[in-house]
């Protein structure tokens, strides 16, 4: 069965990094999610989940300040794949005996740069940076994201274009983070999506749509939702990435019930 981990930007954006894990600890998660890495005291952090029996999950490449920590080169741009790599690399040798995950967006779509020249530009950054997360041994999650609601001009989108791009670097650290809340925002058929494709998945996020709330009461069925997970497999981690609208700690107490229930 696939663990739970809470991401602080969204579920806990106020409390300090080190009081954190208590909390996740508290609502019966399993790790944490911590982004921003460059922006902490990596030691307390690590220690606040040793103390608090959790697990500090995934973080992100980056490589510019910001609320979540996913800033950084735009892997979009030809011009910019060295500092994109040098910012995933520099992630691997700095958090890696931390982490199993780095999460990797790619940027914003280039004005005058064709479509195929762009996503080529990805996939060269993600190849010259594998080798840094196989030694590590930790995982790239490539995360496709929603431009209707959160992210307009983000380049990938879609799926079928992160399994793509997945596909091409063709490297076993270099996988797809599947975000329910965007892809059922984007394109819908979730359960088919993870059923299709779970084998090229490497972490999921999730969050109630619309408004990337707390997992229910929403237009998806959770349960359904983590049984489908569950039914591939899968053992990693299902990442909560909402703004709760009612206390935290509970609603990260439901959503682990939730997978809980499947799991019984």
Known sequence: MFDVHVTKWAVFPDEDPDTFPELVAKANADGIGYLPWRETAVDELVAACDEHDVQWVSTAAGGAAGNTGREGPAMTDPDCREAAVDAITETCDRVGEYVDNVVVTVGPEQDCVDEAVQQRAVVEALREAAPAAAEADVTLVVEPLNVRVDHPGYFLTTTDRGIEVVDAVDHEHVRLLY???????????????????????????????PGRTELGPDELDWATVFAAIADTGYEGTVGLEYVPQGDAVQTVCDAVAIRDRVEG
Do not use: F, K, W
């Open 179 to 209: 975000d329910v809340y965007h892809q059922q925002i984007t394109e819908g058929d979730v359960v088919a999506r993870i059923r299709e494709h779970h084998d090229r998945i490497g972490m999921y996020h999730a969050a109630g749509v």
